[in-house]
């Protein structure tokens, strides 16, 4: 079995329509599947919804598909990031679900996990439990929350098998496990494709069963805030 | 004089324990871990998917998979642990995280806490905050204690959409420190070199005490 394709176009191909859904890993820039979402751009289809914690910053990730008004909504934690996305917001032009980021988490991982809805006690109580059941269980009301299945999900790992077993790297992992879990086709695109059985079994982060496509290629890894300390003097 | 930021974020490391798992949010509480008391074990959570947050890298060491949830570049420590953000909310619902001590817009009496938007004007999100004040053993929240122009931020009611109905357990602002009680707050200290009755003429909300 050999899942590999040799670009992202080609892994998009048949993959895309207008008005679909589409789940996105990463964190901020971390870990962002920015060989897909750039292949996106370059095919053009429109109207998308978008879930994703953030939405890239401008010119960059999530960022490239707004600039080119290819998304109709967003759904997210956090766009603090983005002033392109901010003015289409304001300005009508974009809509926007802030889902609570634990909550977009789990949406994720129920939808991919055959769970239609979940109870949570995040959001009681704020504008997010507005139109949602409330319930009460020992004494705490929790709001009922939706699995989410995506027609698509795009995620970035470090390595991959052939069969599409995926290891991250670090923080990178972040919502990359749990997007690539939701979506109805799922395509990953990683920093080395590496044979079968060159991954220790037990050291897999996602197992294949999810993976669809697999594409590799150069990642830029952009850095989105550069902190560092001050060596000591020896 | 009111604390500064620096001398807040230490008096915020008073409230750790030994062996708590923490999770700090950004801005002054990100500066809690310069004043961990020494002997004392504290874990950081980075709800990005990580605990056991070491310090920035040092020049020419960022590396872009390592990120907190600031986006800042940061290291590993010898315990870190790395996962994703489904387990990392997981942990927080769950109630494995001790403490959270997150920044604030407004805070009230019941203990509501407003982080997150100023509508029409700031449309930020609200990241992991409602996951975190939904969630935690306790949440301190660290602020300002008034607006630039003056007024409180301490209120008897926010105005701004909340994070949080009554999450609230200890409020540490630059004039002093307050806990959410019965019918209101509770004054616990005073800054040093502000007075008990500059504290109460500063504060909009109800002090029982």
Same mark, same amino acid.
């Given at each position: 079995m050999n899942k590999t394709y040799p670009s992202a176009a080609a892994a998009l191909d048949g993959a895309l329509f207008d008005g679909m859904t589409i789940a996105a890993g990463g964190f901020g820039l971390c870990g962002i599947p920015e060989l897909l979402i750039a292949a996106i751009r370059e095919n053009g289809v429109k109207n998308l919804t978008v879930a994703s914690n953030n939405a890239g910053t401008d010119g960059f990730g999530l960022g490239q598909l707004l600039e080119s008004r290819q998304v109709k909504k967003m759904i997210a934690s956090? /766009? #603090?990031?983005?002033a392109e996305f901010m003015r289409q917001y304001l300005s009508g032009e974009l809509e926007l679900e802030f889902n609570p980021q634990g909550t977009l988490a789990e949406r994720m991982r129920a939808g991919g996990a055959g769970i239609p809805g979940f109870y949570t006690?995040? #959001? +009681? #109580?704020? /504008?997010?439990?507005? *139109?949602k059941e409330h319930k009460d269980f020992d004494g705490r009301t929790y709001i009922l929350e939706r699995g989410m299945v995506t027609d698509l999900s795009i995620v970035k790992a470090w390595k991959a098998d052939t069969s599409g077993n995926l290891v991250f790297r670090k923080t990178a992992r972040n919502f990359n496990a749990p997007a690539a879990t939701c979506g109805k086709i799922c395509i990953a695109e990683v920093e080395e494709i590496v044979p079968m059985?060159? &991954?220790?079994?037990?050291? &897999?982060?996602?197992?294949? &069963?999810? +993976?669809h496509r697999l594409i590799t290629g150069q990642h830029?890894?952009?850095?989105e805030q550069r902190t560092v300390r001050k060596r000591e003097a020896a | 004089m009111p604390w500064d930021r620096n001398q807040m974020a230490a008096r915020a490391a008073q409230e750790l324990q030994d062996g708590w798992y923490v999770n700090l949010g950004i *801005? &002054?509480? @990100?500066? /809690?871990s310069n004043y961990i008391p020494e002997g004392m074990t504290v874990t950081l959570q980075s709800e990005n998917g990580m605990l056991g947050m070491g310090p920035f890298p040092f020049? #020419?060491?960022?590396?872009?998979d390592l990120i907190n949830a600031g986006k800042q570049t940061i290291t590993e420590l010898p315990q870190t642990a790395y996962f994703d953000s489904a387990t990392s909310f997981a942990m927080i619902r769950g109630g494995k995280i001790a403490m959270a001590i997150l920044g604030g817009m407004e805070v009230s009496e019941s203990g509501d806490l407003a982080n997150w938007m100023v509508p029409g004007?700031?449309?930020?999100?609200?990241g992991g905050a409602m996951d975190l004040v939904a969630g935690v053993g306790r949440v301190v929240v660290v602020m300002?204690? @008034?607006?630039? @122009?003056?007024?409180?931020?301490?209120?008897?009611?926010?105005?701004l959409p909340l @994070?949080?109905? *009554? +999450? /609230?357990?200890r409020i540490i602002t630059n004039l002093g420190v307050f806990d959410v009680v019965e019918g209101g707050l509770s004054i616990v200290e005073c800054a040093e070199g502000v007075t008990e009755a500059e504290l109460r003429a500063a504060t909009e909300a109800t002090i029982v005490n």
């Open positions: 956090y /766009v #603090g990031e983005n006690a995040t #959001g +009681v #109580g704020t /504008v997010i439990a507005e *139109g059985g060159s &991954i220790d079994p037990d050291h &897999i982060h996602v197992p294949g &069963i999810y +993976v830029e890894k952009r850095i | *801005g &002054i509480p @990100t500066l /809690v020049e #020419g060491e960022e590396d872009p004007k700031l449309v930020k999100g609200m300002d204690h @008034t607006s630039k @122009t003056g007024e409180s931020k301490v209120l008897k009611e926010c105005s @994070t949080g109905k *009554g +999450v /609230v357990n």
